[in-house]
């Protein structure tokens, strides 16, 4: 307003409006005046000013409208030093020209001066997610501590009757998993409904099959499939509720290279909101359709596989380590060999899915289709931390072989008291009637008490129960060997 008619106004401030839902209504009248330059600078453009929180932006405005008019903008964003982000402004590094017209063709209307006419093509070709998945939030508790619970502190007889799954989001994780939540649903959820301060909205999309992720990430989104009857979704875990002959093809979809870009585009914040996912824009490919819908059906196998290998899922059978072998080396190995087939075969897959999908979007000039190792959401097993590769440094799907012991040990002691057996798959006892008949090859402790010492005093300690243990799963021949192999494994201190 202080600019006289064709003068300029110069401006540093913080780059929120340039993104954010609450800043639409501003990026709508600048869209009536003419941006001649900025500078994007990003986090730490300043040395008296430290941390990510502090994101700027310098930029020229003219009071004017000149129709297709076209600014140059500089993309300073990856130098993290105020002398790098000179240096590559004075080297004429990372400058764009944009029409800032194409920016309104774009939901929300960003300033979105680095993506390319191919991109806001993809915007004006597509119809968004949620006109054919509508993507919405849940249930809110009020009180998650009081209604929310891990799985694993119920009655196992009450999954899936008084205590249904629910959506709460968790790590980063694609394709399946992040099942550990169960809500009170005694009496269809009455008392959590009745509860102070709880919500309870879009109860038509409960208990369905669709697809979901996480509202809060600090990285990339990731969504995994649901395929059941059984789930209640949260606030934290919204979903899109896709026809059920739609699920795999926009779950494959979902989890590219491409919507990870549109997600930096148009939610460059921590929260990945229902409302901003229902933009994400969706072209159908029937010619490919076949082959999207079976490599995403692969992924989630793979995935859930990699899932239901550990006691945190419901669905969890037996530990991978008990095998048809008397060595726990051989084991080991065994286990290490598949999970490194399965991290392979699924990150084969996800580029494929990429390349798909960069040439049904006609990107093929903007993105390629690899995908970096720490983003294959299964687990790599490996000798010790120093033989981590670099690729997967940063990643939460990294194991040793000392957790793969730990785990070991953990399922042991479970045999111990009887809640496995090496006998039966899955739970042999979480709640209810006890049954014999479940115990051949090791019985469980009598008394339910296991004496941890540090030398062989007791006959039921927990070193001798081991000992049984190794002996009923692994044969009584190679006990001394496996002993040492878990040593080993664990790094213990002496000749203890």
Not at 311 to 336: C, G, M, N
């Amino acid at each position: 307003q202080m600019a006289g008619k064709s003068r300029y106004q110069a401006m540093i401030t913080q780059h929120a409006w340039m993104f954010l839902s609450s800043f639409e209504k501003l990026r709508a009248k600048l869209l009536l005046k003419d941006t001649v330059n900025m500078a994007h600078l990003g986090p730490r453009a300043f040395e008296e000013i430290g941390g990510e929180v502090v994101q700027t932006t310098s930029f020229v405005l003219r009071n004017s409208h000149i129709a297709d008019y076209k600014g140059t903008y500089c993309r300073l964003i990856e130098p993290t030093t105020q002398q790098g982000k000179e240096e590559m402004f004075l080297a004429g590094e990372n400058r764009y020209t944009a029409q800032q017209s194409n920016f309104s063709k774009i939901p929300g209307s960003p300033v979105a001066y680095w993506v390319s006419g191919s991109f806001i093509q993809a915007f004006v070709n597509g119809v968004s997610l949620n006109s054919i998945a509508p993507t919405r939030k849940g249930m809110f508790t009020g009180d998650n501590d009081k209604w929310l619970k891990f799985w694993h502190e119920i009655d196992y007889r009450d999954l899936f009757f008084k205590q249904k799954p629910y959506n709460k989001g968790g790590e980063f994780r694609r394709w399946y998993g992040n099942h550990e939540y169960v809500i009170n649903w005694n009496n269809n959820g009455q008392s959590v409904i009745n509860f102070k301060g709880s919500g309870n909205i879009n109860t038509t999309l409960y208990f369905r099959p669709c697809i979901t992720w996480s509202l809060v990430t600090t990285y990339k989104p990731s969504f995994r499939g649901i395929f059941d009857n059984d789930h209640v979704m949260g606030d934290a875990g919204p979903i899109a509720a896709a026809k059920e002959n739609d699920i795999l093809y926009l779950l494959g979809l979902l989890n590219t290279k491409f919507v990870a870009e549109v997600a930096a585009l148009i939610a460059p914040t921590i929260n990945f909101s229902n409302g901003v996912a229902g933009d994400i824009p969706v072209l159908f490919d029937n010619l490919n359709r076949p082959k999207i819908e079976a490599l995403a059906q692969e992924n989630v196998k793979i995935s859930q596989a990699d899932w239901d290998s550990y006691e945190t899922s419901w669905d969890f059978q037996r530990h991978p380590l008990i095998r048809s072998v008397s060595r726990l080396t051989d084991a080991y190995a065994a286990w290490k060999d598949e999970c490194e087939q399965r991290f392979l075969q699924l990150k084969t897959n996800e580029e494929e899915l990429n390349r798909i999908f960069i040439v049904i979007y006609g990107l093929q000039d903007e993105l390629t289709p690899d995908v970096a190792d720490k983003d294959v959401t299964v687990h790599r097993v490996f000798d010790t931390k120093d033989d981590v590769p670099q690729s997967m440094q940063g990643s939460n799907y990294v194991r040793t072989k000392r957790d793969e012991i730990v785990s070991l040990l953990s399922y042991a002691v479970g045999c111990m008291f009887g809640r496995y057996s090496v006998d039966v798959d899955g739970l042999a006892y979480a709640g209810g009637d006890w049954d014999d008949g479940k115990y051949k090859t090791f019985l469980p402790d009598r008394d339910g008490i296991l004496p941890i010492t540090d030398e062989e005093y007791l006959e039921d300690d927990i070193i001798s129960r081991l000992c049984d243990w190794l002996k009923a799963a692994y044969g009584a021949d190679t006990l001394e060997e496996n002993l040492d192999f878990i040593a080993g494994a664990l790094g213990g201190k002496g000749n203890s």
